[in-house]
C-alpha cells in the first residue's frame, strides 16, 4: 500500500525566538536535533521504512530530513529539494518578533496574518534584509514578496500532483519533510479541510503523519505515527 509520511522540521532557532520565520533559512535548535532524530527512530521502531524523500530547499526541513533518515538507517535514499515545499513566505513579517507584533499591531491583526485563509502579510520591501530574490538558490524563480496559505497552497499542490503523486503510485514510500504551512496545504487537501477549518489546524514540530493510500490512490485517514 502507497504509503505517504509528512514531518514538519524540528524546533527552528527562530520557533524558539517567536520570531516569524517564512522563507529565511534557520537551523534547528539543539531540541529541533533531537526531535528530528526521534522522528527517525519512530519510523524505524514501527517498520515504517521511506524508500524516496521530498524537501523544501530550507535547512531546517533538509537537516531534519537527514537525520531522521540517519536514525532509520535510510540516508542512502533519492531525495528531490524544491523550493515548492517552502515554508509560505511570511512577507513583511519576516524576522520579526511574533509576540512584540502582537502587541504593536493588536491579537486580532495577528492573528488574521497568521491563519487567515487567503490575506497575506505585508509585502517584503525590495532590498530589505530579509530580501532572497538574489540567493543562488532561487536563481530564475520569481521569489514572491508574501504568501497567504491560499498561495502556498497554489504553488504546493502542483508540484504536488506533477512530481510526489505519481511517485507514490509506482508504490515508493514517500517521506516529505517540510514546514507548518506547506504540510498545512497537503494536509487540506489530502483530507479535504474546508477553507474556514484549516485555519485550526496546528502541525507539530518532528512529528510523522501518516497517510496510506488505496488502489485508486485515494489517501485514507491521516494518524500521527506515534499513535498507531
Ligand atoms: O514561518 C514561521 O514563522 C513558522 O514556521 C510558522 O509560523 P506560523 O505558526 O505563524 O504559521
Known sequence: ????????????EWNLANRFTGWWDVDVTEKGVEEARAAGRLLKGKGVMPTLAFTSVQKRAIVTLHLALEECE?????????????????GGLTGLNKQ????????????IWRRSFDVPPPPLEKGSTFDLSDDPRYAGIDVPDTE?????????????????????EKGETVIISA??????????HLSNISDDEITGLEIPT??????????????GERYYLKDS
Open 148 to 168: 497567504s496559505l491560499k498561495l502556498t497552497i497554489e504553488r504546493v499542490l502542483p508540484y504536488w500532483e506533477s512530481t510526489i503523486l505519481p511517485e507514490l
Open 74 to 90: 535510510r540516508l542512502w535514499i533519492p531525495e528531490v529539494k524544491d523550493w515548492r515545499l517552502n515554508e509560505r513566505h511570511y
Open 206 to 219: 518532528g512529528q510523522p503523519i501518516i497517510y496510506q493510500f488505496d488502489d485508486a490512490m485515494k489517501p
Open 100 to 111: 512584540e507584533t502582537r502587541d504593536k499591531h493588536g491579537d486580532e491583526q495577528v492573528h
Open 179 to 188: 514546514h507548518g504551512n506547506s504540510l498545512r496545504a497537503l494536509v487540506k
Open 1 to 12: 500500500m502507497p504509503t505517504l509520511i509528512l514531518v514538519r522540521h524540528g524546533q527552528s
